[in-house]
């Protein structure tokens, strides 16, 4: 069996009963982590191990992207100066109509590799452009090909109706697509690419369509995840008759909720809903405020996101720290508001935004037993971090130079089920620069065939 030993290193296990570990080993053993202590001595048993010098070095659990519309990689930058009400516009009615199942793909495989690269294991990729099975499929193979561990969340596109057609907010998700799915490519529910769904809810969908997608999500086992938020709600009492319904619980994720009521946070945090917040895209698009301390206060922590590489950058370290720093600036401005001055400590330390995109994305996929921290047992998702660069010395706090000052430069090595994908800071990805090119080609074809229809940004 594959055996891999990291000694030597800082440890931030993110698990209570281990802790962090300023010199610590991280032993390996096929696709599972079997010991994280202070020194692991292999006796005798070490000549078939590689022995990885963690001298100078951050060991750290796979990040967890809870959020990407993956499909929009070929698109980088192109949404950065629309509102919600214009992507809605120029995306969803323009742009994702001339997709062909070969953009789906490149975007899908590439973004992936970029997430990989920057330290992300697990991607929540929220697929709601795939008008038709091949496009869904080639996401799906993006994934895969990819060698990423996702959770590919089937979703459904949103274009103008044509005359005689109803309204995306009419149409139920597609039971016989989803049921295609769970018997083909993504059969295995503890695979390294799993289905959940990307369901309209009931602020997009009509209260027939939203009752159909929460009890196929159910019946099937589903995490059923919806947008909540940008404009009135298709269904104003939606969620009323969804709880009344008993649908609503454990399974079921919000993506945004920036404007949710108080009254109906208190019932999902009470019920157990899961919360992603996507903070940056948020507050470029005209969202609000993302909820991080309204969920804090209320004993919940959130799990974070990119959303749009097609507005920002796919880093998910600096999601965390704009999640981090905005909440921590509303609560000062709170304090200042109350008391007049500056509050005497922070409201939020730092690791909780560590937590935040290991733990809790963890939580939300329900695999908390299986990713998320650095446990024995659990699968060997993890990232090294050269602390040894220019930006990052001299380390006084590991977790504060984890979460406030890594980035790319420093990602050195990241492992998925105890394979490398990245190595000596380079991403072990096949033909790259060919689809690279791809990407670029696909990216291209896109903004001229949508701008040729006049639908320019």
């Known amino acids: 069996m594959r055996r891999t030993l990291i000694k030597s290193a800082v440890i931030i296990s993110m698990d209570d009963a281990i802790g962090d570990l300023p010199d610590g080993d991280v032993l390996i053993e096929g696709s599972r982590i079997v010991d994280v202590r202070r020194s692991i001595d292999l006796g005798g048993g070490g000549a078939e191990t590689e022995i990885v010098d963690g001298t100078g070095r951050i060991v750290i659990p796979g990040l967890i992207n809870a959020h990407m519309h993956t499909w929009q990689t070929g698109l980088r930058g192109y949404a950065a100066n629309w509102t919600l009400l214009e992507y809605f516009r120029r995306m969803h009615a323009g742009l994702a109509t001339v997709f062909r199942p070969e953009d789906i793909h490149i975007a899908t ?3 992936a590799l970029n997430q990989i690269n920057q330290g992300t294991t697990t991607l929540v990729d929220w697929c709601h452009n795939n008008p038709t099975p091949d496009h869904t499929d080639a996401a799906v193979h993006g994934l895969i090909e990819s060698g990423i561990r996702a959770a590919f969340f089937h979703g459904s596109p949103k274009p103008e109706p044509k005359p005689g057609e109803p309204h995306f ?3 139920p998700h597609p039971r016989r697509e989803v049921e295609r799915l769970l018997a083909g490519p993504l059969a295995d529910r503890d695979g ?8 309209l809810g009931p602020h997009y969908s009509t209260l027939d369509v939203a009752m159909h997608d929460f009890r196929l999500a159910r019946e099937l086992k589903l ?3 919806m947008h909540q938020g940008g404009g009135p709600a298709k269904t104003p009492d939606g969620w009323k008759k969804l709880i009344e319904a008993g649908l609503v619980g454990t399974g079921v994720n919000i993506v945004h909720g920036n404007d949710l009521p108080d009254d109906l946070l208190d019932q999902m945090v009470d019920l157990g809903v899961s919360f992603s917040v996507t903070p940056e895209n948020e507050m470029v698009q005209g969202h609000g405020f993302p909820i991080t301390g309204r969920l804090l206060k209320r004993g919940v922590r959130p799990t974070i996101g990119i959303d749009l590489e097609s507005v920002l950058a796919g880093d998910l370290f600096a999601a965390a720290r704009v999640a981090l720093s905005m909440q921590r ?3 000062n401005a709170e304090s200042r508001k109350a008391s007049g001055t500056i509050p005497a400590t922070t409201t939020i330390p730092v690791r909780e935004a560590l ?3 290991t733990m809790e994305g963890a939580r939300m996929l329900g695999r908390e037993d299986q990713i998320g921290s650095l446990t024995p047992g659990k699968l060997a998702d993890l990232v090294i971090i050269d602390a040894s660069h220019l930006n990052l010395v001299p380390v006084h706090d590991p977790v504060s130079t ?3 000052q890594t980035s790319l430069a420093n990602i050195e090595a990241v492992m998925i089920g105890g394979v490398w994908k990245k190595r000596n800071g380079r991403l072990l990805a096949d033909d790259l620069e ?5 990407l670029v080609q696909s990216g291209r074809r896109l903004v001229h065939d949508i701008e040729r229809q006049g639908h320019a940004a």
């Open 434 to 438: 060919a689809n690279k090119e791809l």
């Open 169 to 171: 907010s009419e149409i």
């Open 192 to 199: 390294l690419v799993t289905l959940g769904l990307a369901i």
């Open 223 to 225: 995490i059923a995840s």
């Open 109 to 111: 495989l590439a973004g």
């Open 329 to 331: 600036a509303l609560d």
């Open 402 to 404: 984890v979460v406030m």
């Open 355 to 357: 937590r935040w995109i």
